[in-house]
């Protein structure tokens, strides 16, 4: 079936850093990613999605491109902050699908440090 | 934010006792979701509901049961509790928009089983 799978974390990184965290999926239809954040505490946002291959999600100065070729959809962001910290989870959903159902990866969880 | 909203928030209960947890959305949306998230694992589809009185199995359902007699209710019951659903559990709605539909999430309701 379709999956997702992430880097594990813990990613620590000091402010103003680079960031990149792998996502790559695996699914048989042509599906719809997604980047949901989760601040300490709180409920899953979404942060940024795309719909179809070479397309590019972005919002809050991070990025992902579905790559189809290499079925994956890492987040960058070229400066962090100590805002970021938070767990990062990729998604993908088949917008083919009756359903819409989101298969999660197992989460990130960024510490930006000062 | 999608206008959804869980109840309770936080719960304690003991082994083998009945415990329902609420999602109310404002919306109108057809589709609402409920998903446990577990360390490792990321989120997991409890159920799901595509309309008033039409529910059907996630990836990990056993143990649930759900309700949904009006459109902006969704309701999730654990029979009778057990230790390993101990979890925090997130109810979603679907909502269309560019690209295809999207999923929304609520605040969450941390369950604890003793």
Redesign the interface.
Known sequence: GDS?TQMEGPVTLSEEAFLTINCTYTATGYP?L?W?VQYPG?????LL????AD?KGSNKGFEATYRKETTSFHLEKGSVQVSDSAVY?CAL?D?GG?????I????TLLAVQP | DAGITQSPRHKVTETGTPVTLRCHQTENHR?M?WYRQDP??????IH?S?GVKDT?K?EVSDGYSVSRSKTEDFLLTLESATSSQTSVY?C?I?AAGT??????????TRLLVL
């Open positions: 997702v719809s997604f949901y709180e409920g899953l946002q979404l999605k795309a719909t179809k397309d989870f959903s917008q009756a359903t819409n159902k989101l999660f990866g197992t989460g | 589709y979701y490792g694992h990321g989120l997991r589809l799901y595509y059907d996630g997130f979603a679907s690209g295809g539909e999207t999923q929304y999430f609520g605040p969450g």
